[in-house]
T-cell receptor
Framework: NAGVMQNPRHLVRRRGQEARLRCSPM?????VYWYRQLPEEGLKFMVY????????ESGMPKERFSAEFPKEGPSILRIQQVVRGDSAAYFC????????????FGDGTRLSIL | QKEVEQNSGPLSVPEGAIASLNCTYS??????FFWYRQYSGKSPELIMF????GDKEDGRFTAQLNKASQYVSLLIRDSQPSDSATYLC????????????????FGQGTILTVHP
């Protein structure tokens, strides 16, 4: 399967714990994007990364959230000290990196906070 | 004013009819436009993308772009019950100084129901 791979598909955490979401882009894609979809709301951009660089993090909450895309391995979205309001579907997308090339989405991680 | 606006619907059409989905955007710097389909509980699936004024056809789908009116639409011909989903319109802003802005700005989505 050459698609965008996200894991885990479902993640349950208790308030105050840390959540780590992983994303491996499609083969040949060097640009990764993270989006969040809250219940009954639209998709909202969070962060855009290339290998070892954060390009645009204008949609990331200032606290508790961080993202990385290391030289080797998947992109990681990390949420520290999770709260109930973090419960959402988190989608990763990837693209080849050219302006008019579309982004393709992974299956997402459904994060539930107890 | 939302950057990308869609009528949330629901839009209900009979099987075999043409479904027309509309989207407007406020940022004149938007260059590329995308239509994604999202089934309940699933991830967005790319249907079409368009960046030039006019029509672009792919099978039963036609995307239309009018940059002067800041309007994008998606027509689905011969609608099938399997087309029932939420359709998301998204835009990417143009580049400045040679840097590409990859952030997709989504509308709220239009729920389409195709009834037999």
């Amino acid at each position: 399967n050459a698609g965008v791979m996200q894991n885990p598909r479902h993640l349950v955490r208790r308030r105050g714990q840390e959540a780590r979401l992983r994303c491996s882009p499609m083969k040949g894609h060097s640009h990764v994007y993270w989006y969040r979809q809250l219940p009954e709301e639209g998709l909202k951009f969070m962060v855009y990364l290339q290998k070892e660089n954060i390009i645009d993090e204008s949609g990331m909450p200032k606290e508790r959230f961080s993202a990385e895309f290391p030289k080797e391995g998947p992109s990681i979205l990390r949420i520290q000290q999770v709260v109930r309001g973090d419960s959402a579907a988190y989608f990763c997308a990837s693209s080849p990196g050219q302006l008019k090339q579309p982004q393709h989405f992974g299956d997402g991680t459904r994060l539930s906070i107890l | 004013q939302k950057e990308v606006e869609q009528n949330s619907g629901p839009l209900s059409v009979p099987e075999g009819a043409i479904a027309s989905l509309n989207c407007t955007y406020s940022d004149r710097g938007s260059q590329s436009f995308f239509w994604y389909r999202q089934y309940s509980g699933k991830s967005p699936e790319l249907i079409m993308f368009i960046y030039s004024n006019g029509d672009k056809e792919d099978g039963r789908f036609t995307a239309q772009l009018n940059k002067a009116s800041q309007y994008v639409s998606l027509l689905i011909r011969d609608s099938q019950p399997s087309d029932s989903a939420t359709y998301l319109c998204a835009a990417i802003r143009g580049s400045a100084g040679g840097t590409s802005y990859g952030k997709l700005t989504f509308g709220q989505g239009t729920i389409l129901t195709v009834h037999p």
